[in-house]
């Protein structure tokens, strides 16, 4: 673990396990994913104002923030489910902010929405299958998510709207793995479940990133995203407030930004990278 | 004995109504478009039929084959095209588009055809003959074998909607669209398959009633189009096994007001109709699985 | 950027907002002189010209009314000639029972919008697509039912009673001035209605219904309320329709077509504007003179017309006008105007319109000032 510029209040003995090893960044390089001055509008609303990010391969990179301060718009229109106003998105070097959702999917950023959004009338495997409708050459299986989640084998024939919350989640993120995406974009996993179900799910979180995807998550529950990111950027009414790396920030330098108090955390200003 | 007579010719008729109503039930169920120039186009397909039949000289039931395709592929067009751009822009505007088109393709029948009107005729003993059973009971057997095809085209759809990926697709795409661009496809596309699909079987269905009834410019509206909608809410929605249930019911319906009074056939299942949608609105099947 | 987007990083205060600009006044006098002028008209022109306008004046009420359900309350009904041939029956029930038709003519009208009420009833919970098939049967079944009445023409209709004793002349000068009456009303009925608090409740749903329930408006009532004067409007047009043609047959009254026609119109003319009408009924009386002899020719053409239109040129021809002059002839809406600025600042003249892209915000504006919010700030 890289040395720690103040006292850390430490959440649990064993969250070293979750969190990836790798928090260095290649000094140069493309970086797999990239944000640059991202400026998204609700009519006239400007749910974000100039967002920059930079995510490399195999890092959890997460993204927290208040109800409401633009978490999801950002992953949305990192879908293509938005469109900015103003700002591009790069997949691997290449321009993909005009790409129609459906294209990135199939380019390999694939998201698994804010409430799981199975589709209800299909069967597990059936939602698997049309996760893997387009999906690109991997490592990842119907047959393979069905190893790593072996409840789901035998409750594949099921409808998904009959399953409790933790398993449509898992479903849902299975769906997304089998199109084998490079980025995959969780938003807010922790919604409506219980944490133990939270736990396990982002207890899986290693064997994902095992097979070289990289991660991009919203968490609202800021303690979860500390112990799973390698890189944390909070939001506050659409503008970066903090940038780095779990183990450089203090836990109150995390509260300022998240509620934009007064000593926030160093050298954060709107689109811009902050340095611990 | 008339009544069992009517209850016969009531559910078989309900096989053509059946026949008419999947197309409407698919493409409302999944991209939430109510086409009010379904029936119509069941009309164009037998205009086109008979078109076909009298310049080639092709067997009739060659014209299936024909005509059936090409509706199909005009269905995927027009969807891509015009009623894409119109769902695009709201609910009111596809409405009002597809009525649009309703009046175009009528009075263009209406105009290029005028008022007569006509019949496919096979020359077949299919067409005019029937069986009797028992001694009072009487069957014609065109009746017979469209219902018997409806069922066979229900069942193929059923199995395409659940066995294929497409199929899949389409019923994803119906639960939830967004999620279903996310997962990669191009919704747009699978519309496009759904409206194929709803022209291709209001095109085999139109060839049947054009081979059982008559055609006029006026039947897509004064007969289809409400029939096979009321078969469709009877039924009920998300539902083919439902469609043909209600299609039925509709039959018998018309059949009952009939033998009360002949020219009640049609009020009958008006009434039926409108008592489905002010007491039971989603039908007598009811799937509680759409999102 | 939107105008109002900029009044947003203005301060609060420094702005009021104002109902109608300087030339509705002008607007009102034109049109008093227009209403005068047409009233002349059966001493001026002959009787073939005012026949025709007659059926102008039918369209254009009809159309109206149309406008009404469609572009203000949302309401796709595909059923409305139920009530052109309500109103065309009133009549001649009446009339075969010695009332002249003329004087059944306003009977008819309210007998139409009573009718409408449980009608509502039957329809109201239904969704667009459902409600417009719905209104489709309603419609067919009415009319199947008056066909069994022989009594009144069955199925092949009657001629109209209790006109034989006026000269020609006179006849169409009356039914003239009858059809000239039932337009300016319905005009005029849509006009204040949709001036006052329904067209903001209107509006407000036609944007946002969730919010608009949310404040407080009665979207229920509303709805309804546009129903009823439809119906009793299209039953108007009905009642004129039997007056000017001296007979009344199912088939004919309560033909689709009427609807089809009613759509159309409004379509081409505007959606959501009162003038809309007003211009769509002048292109369909165009084209039916000029396609008169090729029979179904102006449908088709005004079927593919409207089709366009919607996909185009959403707010039609009077919006395309609309958008350059920057003129309204029937105001409804608001501006604001910001101390010092005239006009400038913000024409938030209607939703949906100049601020094409965010109709939400002007909404909001416009309902909580009428029902009078505390702190009106500034949008955003």
Redesign the interface.
């Known amino acids: 673990m890289a040395a720690r510029a103040g006292g850390r209040h430490h959440e649990r003995a064993d969250d070293a396990v979750t969190r990836p090893e790798n928090g260095a960044r290649p000094e140069s390089g493309t970086p797999l994913l990239e944000v640059s001055g991202l400026v998204v509008h609700h ?3 400007r749910a974000l104002d100039g967002i920059t990010l930079r995510v490399f391969p195999g890092e959890v990179y997460a993204i927290i923030g208040a109800n409401g301060a633009g978490k999801s718009t950002l992953l949305r229109t990192i879908a293509g489910l938005h469109h900015p106003t103003k700002g591009s998105v790069r997949l691997d070097g290449q321009d993909v902010t005009r790409l129609r959702p459906e294209r990135r999917a199939r380019q390999g950023v694939v998201l698994v929405p804010e409430g799981r959004r199975l589709f209800g009338s299909l069967s597990v495997e059936e939602n698997l299958q049309v996760g893997d409708s387009y999906a690109r050459p991997g490592p990842w299986t119907i047959e393979r998510v069905y190893q790593t989640f072996d409840w789901m084998r035998e409750r594949r024939s099921q409808l998904t709207a009959q399953l409790s919350g933790g398993e449509q989640q898992t479903v849902a993120i299975g769906r997304a793995l089998v199109a084998n995406p490079r980025v995959l974009l969780l938003d807010e996993l922790s919604l409506g479940l219980a944490p133990v179900v939270v736990q396990r799910i982002y207890g899986m979180l290693p064997q994902i990133l095992a097979t070289g995807l990289t991660v991009l998550l919203v968490e609202q529950d800021v303690s979860q995203a500390l112990r799973v990111a390698s890189h944390i950027h909070c939001l506050l009414e659409g503008r970066t407030t903090l940038e780095s790396r779990p183990a450089d920030v203090t836990a109150a330098q995390v509260e300022a930004a998240y509620f934009g108090l007064a000593d926030a955390a160093p050298a954060s200003r709107p689109g811009g990278e902050s340095e611990p | 004995m008339a009544w069992v007579n009517a209850i016969i010719q009531g559910v078989l008729t309900g096989g053509l109504y059946a026949l008419f109503a999947c197309g409407l039930s698919l493409m ?1 169920g999944v991209m ?3 086409n ?1 120039a379904h029936g119509d186009l069941a009309v164009v397909a037998g205009y086109i039929a008979i078109g076909v039949i009298t310049v080639t000289h092709v067997p009739v039931l060659w014209s299936f084959l024909i005509v059936v395709p090409v509706m199909a592929l005009l269905g995927y067009v027009l969807q891509r095209t ?1 009623i894409q ?2 769902l695009d ?1 709201s ?3 596809t ?3 597809t ?3 309703s ?2 393709i009528e ?2 029948l ?2 290029f055809f005028t008022a007569n009107s006509r019949a496919i005729g096979t020359g077949l003993p299919l067409v005019t003959g029937s069986f009797t059973l028992g001694s009072q009971i009487q069957i014609g057997y065109l009746l017979v074998v469209v219902f018997a095809v409806a069922v066979v085209v229900l069942l193929g759809l059923q199995y395409f909607l659940s066995a294929s990926r497409y199929g899949r697709l389409i019923r994803a795409v119906a639960d939830d669209r967004e999620a279903a661009q996310l997962a990669g496809a191009d919704y747009r596309h699978v519309f496009g398959i759904a409206a194929a699909l709803a022209f291709g079987t209001v095109a085999l269905a139109g060839i049947a009633y054009g081979m059982y009834s008559q055609l006029q410019p006026t039947t897509g ?1 004064d007969t289809i189009l ?1 029939f096979a ?2 078969a469709v ?1 009877i039924g009920g929605l998300g539902s083919l096994w439902g469609t043909l249930l209600g299609g039925v019911v509709l039959g018998v319906a018309q059949q009952i007001g009939a033998q009360i009074n002949i ?2 056939e ?2 009958a299942g ?2 039926v ?2 008592a489905v ?2 007491l039971r ?1 989603q039908g007598l099947i009811y799937r509680r699985t759409q999102s | 950027m ?1 105008m ?2 900029e009044a ?1 990083t203005r301060p609060a205060a420094g702005f009021r907002v104002t109902r109608s600009q300087r030339n509705v006044a002008w607007t009102g006098i034109a049109a008093l002189i227009v209403v005068a002028v047409l009233a002349m008209f059966p001493y001026i022109v002959y009787s073939g010209t005012t026949t025709i306008i007659v059926q102008a004046f039918i369209v254009l009420t009809m159309a109206s009314m149309w406008n009404l359900l ?1 572009g203000y309350a ?1 309401l ?1 009904s ?1 059923g409305q000639q139920a009530f052109v041939g309500l109103g065309a029956y009133f009549v001649l029930i009446l009339a075969i029972h010695g009332t002249s038709p003329f004087a059944a003519l306003p009977v008819a009208a309210i007998g139409c919008g009573v009718v409408a009420l449980p009608l509502w009833w ?2 109201s ?2 969704r ?3 409600f ?3 209104t ?3 419609a ?2 009415i009319m ?2 008056i066909e ?1 009445f022989s009594s009144i023409g069955g199925g092949t209709g009657m001629p109209l009673p209790g006109l034989s004793g006026l000269s020609p002349a006179l006849l169409t000068a009356y039914t003239y001035w009858a059809g000239l009456a039932v337009t300016v009303l319905a005009l005029a009925a849509m006009y204040l209605l949709l001036r006052g608090r329904l067209g903001l409740v209107l509006t407000a749903i036609r944007d946002d219904e969730v919010a608009a329930r949310s404040s407080g408006a009665r979207v229920g009532l509303a709805r309804l309320l546009v129903f009823v004067v439809a119906g009793a409007g299209c039953g108007a047009a009905g009642a004129l329709l039997a007056i000017s043609q001296l007979q009344v047959q199912p088939g004919a009254v309560f033909s ?2 009427w609807t ?1 026609e009613m ?2 119109v409004t ?1 081409i003319g505007g ?1 959501g504007t009162i003038e809309g009408p007003i211009i769509g009924t002048a292109v369909y009386m165009v084209l039916q003179q000029t396609l008169a002899s ?4 102006y ?2 053409i005004l ?2 017309v ?2 366009v239109v ?2 185009f040129a ?1 707010r039609g021809l009077w919006g395309l006008v609309d958008a350059r002059l920057n003129v309204r002839l029937f105001p409804v809406g608001y501006w604001i105007r910001f101390a010092g600025e005239g006009r400038r600042g913000g024409a938030v003249s209607s939703p949906s319109r100049r601020l094409t ?2 109709p ?2 002007t909404t909001c504006i416009r309902v909580r000032e009428r029902w009078g919010f505390r702190g009106l700030g500034p ?2």
């Open positions: 009519g006239q609303l | 409302f939430k478009v109510v009010l015009v751009s119109a822009r609910v009111l505007i409405l009002l588009v009525f649009g088109l009046v175009v009075n263009g209406l105009q509206t409400l909608f009321a809410v020219s009640d049609v009020l008006y009434i109709f409108l949608l002010v609105p | 939107s109002v987007t947003g469609a949302g796709v595909v039957l329809v919970r239904l667009s697509g459902y417009a098939i719905a489709w049967v309603l067919a079944t199947l039912i069994k689709v077509q089809a759509a159309f379509n959606l090729y029979n179904a020719w449908l088709i079927g593919l409207a089709i919607a996909l959403r892209r965010q939400q915000q949008p955003g």
